[in-house]
């Protein structure tokens, strides 16, 4: 019997996963314990679990269906090239049809002289293609002692060894003794938590200024690269205040430092522009790209880099490459991802219908007693749960107690929000319409409400 065509009851489906499946992210201990939740089948903005209930997916998966579930189009694309080409790879001297067709689609939507492409299956691998890249650029240019990467504390680059010692996660760097040498960290543009006294502005300008400082510090000559999401996503949509990338572009201009822009998010219509750079204004070398890509149908990444980057590289042989590396079907499925989204004028929708409506229905969660600020760009935003929003001042509680709480109480109520600590997020897929939208904003109140009567209760409603 196939287990796949035949659903088993949800109980039968959570032992089978409990016995022998480790996830991600999770203490598999207390989830084995609990149950995982079974998610069945999804269709636009709508996921059903495997005991019927619909939830509203306001995290496009993970920050990547931005076309939204149950497009037959890619369906039928990654099934008609697995019919025709299932694999190659792109090592000796080969290439295939949709690996061709995508980087120079790419070519074509990337901004300024970004127009090449090395080809990874997802963030995490592109970002340690990067940390190879640009390595290997500086040695070429003369100059083998420019190798420190400066990245941002509470950053996510992705997971593996390379990409998280990028990242600034504390709890991911406490395991397995990253970072790796060679990766320094400089503070985050986040006023809300760390602004005190200074206003947005005067806070972007001071921490664009740390990375002025680093560079002093180590030595223009020893620094490669700054890498930095144009808004930080899974630490907690921390959009940063207006005047701080105009700065960051200054000092890595006046400065001869590569700019790596981690679009993993915010790429692909997420901010209301194909890329973030473009809605901040900013100039990178290097444009990471991975998630909204092929709108998660398929695992596939990359690294968009510039013409005299890639002409730099190109004289040496780059020993790297990954087997999946332009996988025909994966990018076939983004070729035809990247069709729809412009046929149907889906990034439009974002910047002129949907970014705007969002925009104003999620700014009045502000006036709930358990909400400080609430800031959205395109279609991610985030809130800040506060016991005292005068202050901003944090929960006694341990960070995350109330967010947990919070997730735990939306998706009851039928909305998957996520948390970084105390911080509520979005990222719904980039379709969503305005009503859909209302109903997501009125469940979010809902569900802030059910959160103030059980912290409440419990005596969490207390400031630091
Ligand atoms: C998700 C993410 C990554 C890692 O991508 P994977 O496909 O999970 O390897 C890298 N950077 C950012 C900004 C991300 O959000």
């Not at 522009?273 to 070398?285: K, L």
């Not at 985030?382 to 509680?397: G, I, M, N, Q, Y």
């Not at 995350?400 to 997020?425: K, N, P, Q, W």
Request: proline share 6%; glycine share 10%.
């Amino acid at each position: 019997m196939n287990i796949l065509l035949n659903q088993p009851p949800t109980a039968d489906i959570q032992a089978l996963d409990a016995a022998h499946h480790m996830h991600p992210f999770t203490a598999n201990a207390e989830l084995a314990a609990k149950g995982a939740r079974v998610i069945t089948r999804a269709r636009g903005v709508w996921l059903t679990d495997s005991d019927g209930n619909r939830i509203l997916d306001g995290m496009a998966g993970l920050w990547c269906v931005n076309i939204g579930y149950g497009r037959e189009e890619l369906a039928e694309v990654a099934a008609r090239q697995m019919r025709e080409l299932p694999y190659y790879n792109t090592f000796f001297q080969t290439t295939h049809v949709p690996a061709a067709a995508l980087a120079a689609r790419l070519a074509e939507l990337a901004p300024g002289d970004l127009n090449h492409v090395f080809f990874a299956s997802g963030g995490s691998e592109a970002n340690d293609t990067n940390i190879r890249l640009v390595r290997l650029y500086w040695a070429l240019k003369g100059k083998p002692e420019k190798t420190v990467i400066i990245s941002r504390r509470n950053a996510y680059h992705g997971s593996t060894v390379g990409a998280a010692s990028l990242g600034g996660m504390a709890p991911m760097h406490a395991q397995g003794g990253l970072p790796i040498p060679g990766v320094v960290h400089i503070g985050q543009p986040d006023w809300w938590s760390e602004g005190g006294d200074m206003t947005p502005d005067e806070f972007g300008r001071a921490r664009a200024r740390e990375l002025e400082e680093k560079i002093a510090e180590l030595g223009e000559d020893r620094v490669a690269a700054f890498i930095a999401e144009p808004v930080q996503g899974a630490g907690g949509v921390i959009i940063p205040p207006e005047s701080y990338w105009p700065e960051i572009q200054r000092i890595c201009d006046a400065h001869d430092i590569l700019l790596i822009a981690d679009e993993v998010i915010t790429g692909f219509g997420r901010t209301g522009n194909w890329f973030g750079s473009q809605t901040f204004g900013i100039r990178p070398d290097i444009m990471t790209v991975a998630k909204g890509l092929s709108s998660g149908y398929a695992p596939i990444g990359g690294s968009i880099v510039s013409d005299e980057v890639a002409e730099v590289i190109g004289q040496a042989e780059f020993v790297h490459g990954y087997t999946y590396s332009g996988h025909p079907v994966a990018a076939a499925v983004a070729l035809e991802n990247l069709r729809i989204m412009e046929e149907e004028g889906i990034v439009e929708h974002v910047r002129e219908v949907a970014g705007p409506h969002l925009a104003r229905r999620w700014a009045e969660l502000a006036e709930h007693p358990l909400v400080g600020e609430a800031k959205s760009v395109g279609l991610m935003a985030s809130v800040a749960l506060t016991p005292d929003k005068a202050s901003r001042a944090p929960f006694a509680a341990e960070k995350g107690t109330v967010g947990y709480i919070c997730r735990e109480i939306s998706f009851a109520e039928g909305l998957v929000m996520r948390h970084v600590g105390d911080r509520m997020i979005i990222a719904p897929p980039l379709v969503i319409t305005p009503d859909e939208i209302d109903t997501l904003v009125e469940r979010a109140w809902r569900v802030f409400d059910l959160t103030l009567a059980k912290i409440t209760a419990e005596g969490l409603m207390r400031a630091a």
